[in-house]
Every structure is written in structure tokens, then in C-alpha cells.
């Protein structure tokens, strides 16, 4: 059984998984796009912006977030100008910073998936005189579809094992920012192993599941 603090981590981890999943779709869909489509020289640029959570160390992002996010970074000043506080150490920080460190986790399966259409059906469509918004829509999102799957799933799951940036940007604060990876940091700290095998042995259920379902799909490999 749960503790009532394991259980505030599980349900607050579960709950930034989806709002980051849903915004990264909603976000991620058209830059995917955009680089699948497009020819422009900075296509390189972008993509290595997208890519960068891939390599780069998840405390020098929340390093970097904690100073533009903070009360003197630009982003800080401006949430304050409107009124909103300053965004680290609460739970709307952590969404920003999970949308930020998921992003390529979503971004490269959709702009594969995009790729993979290939041109033909949006010329097959524009001679029934489809619009581009037409075309798209019934188009390419049906047949992207095994695309935006992998996307969520890589997306919640990638979003579910933060640690270094959640620890950064959002701290340690008991249902507010405490998700499943600080929990179980915090039982390891106590000396509390038997709580920490609770989360920890569910986490590594959840992720053999993730990468079970992702592998197990027939003629797909898990960035396809």
C-alpha cells in the first residue's frame, strides 16, 4: 500500500505526465511538421534546439531555466509584470521545464512519421482540390497516427522519470512540486529503502511496460 506522501508523488507525477504529453502534442505537432516539410537552412538550427535535452545534462537545462524563469531572468520579469509571481518552485515551472526537457521525445517520432507520408497523398489530395488545412487534417494526421502514439507514450513516460530538472526548477515541496523521482530520493536520504522499493519497483514496471508496448508493435520500431 501507498503512504499518503507516496501517493501525493504518484498522483502529481501522473498529473504533469499528461499536461506536458498534451501540450508537447498540441506544440510539438507543428514544429514536427515544419521540419519534416521544410528546406530552410536554419532546419538544422532548429533541430538541434529540439534535440539538445537528448545530450545535454538535465541540471545545466534546469540551470539555465532557473535563471530566465527566475525574479531577474527575462521570462521572470515579464510573469511579474503580468502579475503571476515568478515560475520556479511551483507546478506551473514544472510543466515548462518537462514541455522543454520531453520535447524531443515527441517531436523527432511525429517529424518521422510526417516524413514517412511523403509527398504523394498531399498532391493526390490538392487535384480533389483539398485545401492545405483539408489535407492535413484528413490526411496526413490518419496516417501519422502510429507517429503521435509513440510520441505520447515516449513523451508521458520521458516526463515520469525526471529528476534533475524537476529537482531544479521545482525543488522539493510536498504536493506541489515532490513528484515519484524526488520521493524516492528522498526515502534513499532516510534511509527508508522498503517505501523507496515501492515507488522505485513501480517505476521499473511502468517503464519495462512502456518500452514493451513501443517494442511489441508490430512492424514498428519505438521512434516510428
Not at 540551470?63 to 515579464?78: A, K, M, R, T
Not at 518537462?98 to 487535384?127: C, D, H, K, N, W
Amino acid at each position: 500500500m501507498l503512504s499518503d506522501a507516496n501517493f501525493a508523488a504518484v498522483w502529481l507525477t501522473l498529473k504533469l505526465a499528461t499536461i506536458t504529453t498534451v501540450i508537447l502534442l498540441i506544440v510539438g505537432t507543428p514544429i514536427a511538421w515544419w521540419l519534416a516539410r521544410t528546406r530552410s537552412k536554419w532546419k538544422g538550427v532548429i533541430g538541434a534546439v529540439v534535440a539538445l535535452p537528448l545530450v545535454l545534462p538535465p541540471t545545466v537545462l534546469g540551470f539555465y531555466l532557473l535563471i530566465v524563469l527566475g525574479p531577474h531572468g527575462p521570462v521572470g520579469q515579464l510573469t511579474q509584470s503580468l502579475g503571476w509571481g515568478v515560475l520556479p518552485f511551483t507546478f506551473a515551472g514544472l510543466v515548462v521545464a518537462s514541455v522543454l526537457y520531453s520535447m524531443p521525445f515527441v517531436v523527432q517520432p511525429l517529424q518521422q512519421a510526417f516524413e514517412a507520408i511523403g509527398a504523394r497523398p498531399l498532391e493526390v489530395a490538392a487535384t480533389l482540390r483539398a485545401s492545405p488545412w483539408d489535407a492535413f487534417f484528413t490526411v496526413v494526421l490518419p496516417l501519422a497516427k502510429p507517429g503521435f502514439i509513440t510520441a505520447s507514450i515516449l513523451g508521458f513516460a520521458h516526463t515520469v522519470g525526471e529528476f534533475g530538472v524537476v529537482l531544479m526548477i521545482g525543488g522539493n515541496i510536498p504536493e506541489k512540486t515532490r513528484v515519484v523521482s524526488v520521493q524516492i530520493y528522498d526515502h534513499v536520504e532516510a534511509l527508508e529503502y522498503a517505501e523507496a522499493h515501492v515507488l522505485a519497483g513501480g517505476m521499473l514496471l511502468f517503464s519495462f511496460l512502456v518500452l514493451l508496448v513501443l517494442y511489441s508493435r508490430k512492424g514498428t520500431s519505438a521512434w516510428k
